[in-house]
């Protein structure tokens, strides 16, 4: 399997009120190009902070993480910025939107970061947003939206610039069941083009077909890693 994720022993703590608290404790998992692979288990198991290492949010304490070949924490600051900017889309489980752009402003962040002129960076991200639904909410403020408007747009900013990674915390945590295999399929099918991954921490079993594999967590482990019997596709 070509990886695009390499999780080596991983080790992460966190000092809470003068306690140790290991969050992660030895993680070793690989994600391989074109995959689509969902982290499960109880709240607090280290879901989360496992995909903020990989996405390159947080620094584990010891262990190495290789993201496309590269490893993050020995880029310098600047370096992954720049990383992140062009590679890494990341679907937050509160969206984290801007409450002073609207729909279409929200989703092209990611471009004009990169350079894209405004013009281009709207046009993608009207593009996107109809993908998603949202043609008739595009100048809408996040305060205007529902939580599962709210999600589509974080899904689309997470998407617009064609990134090679997409991690993504409770996707489908606001939609219904038929709005989020509606997403769940456009996720899918967007993300996994030209061989990029897809990391999905999820709680919701109607979208666990999904996946290629299933990686159950507990306790800051992988306790095991499963590949489902079906893979959705339409």
Do not use: W
């Not at 002073?100 to 709207?122: F, Y």
């Amino acid at each position: 399997m070509n990886s695009a994720i390499s999780c080596q022993n991983i080790i992460k703590t966190y000092n809470t009120d003068g306690q140790i608290v290991t969050a992660l404790n030895g993680i070793n998992v690989e994600i391989g190009l074109g995959e689509l692979m969902m982290l499960v288990g109880p709240s607090g198991c280290g879901k989360t902070t496992l995909i903020s290492i990989i996405a390159g949010i947080l620094n584990q304490d010891s262990g190495q993480c290789l993201l496309f070949g590269e490893d993050f924490q020995a880029l310098t600051n600047k370096e992954q910025l720049r990383f992140r900017a062009h590679n890494i889309g990341f679907v937050f489980q509160a969206y984290n939107l801007l409450p002073a752009l609207n729909a279409i402003e929200n989703v092209s962040v990611p471009l004009i970061i990169n350079g894209t002129k405004r013009a281009i960076a709207e046009q993608k991200a009207k593009e996107i947003l109809e993908q998603m639904g949202l043609s008739e909410r595009m100048k809408a403020l996040p305060a205007q939206l529902s939580g599962g408007q709210q999600q589509r747009v974080a899904i689309a900013r997470a998407l617009v610039h064609s990134p090679r990674l997409i991690v993504c915390d409770e996707p489908t945590s606001a939609l219904d069941h038929k709005s989020g295999h509606i997403i769940m399929t456009l996720l899918k099918s967007i993300a996994l083009k030209h061989d990029r991954a897809l990391v999905i921490v999820t709680h919701d079993a109607r979208i666990f077909n999904f996946a290629d594999r299933i990686a159950e967590m507990d306790d800051g482990h992988i306790i095991k890693i499963s590949t489902t019997t079906a893979t959705e596709t339409n």
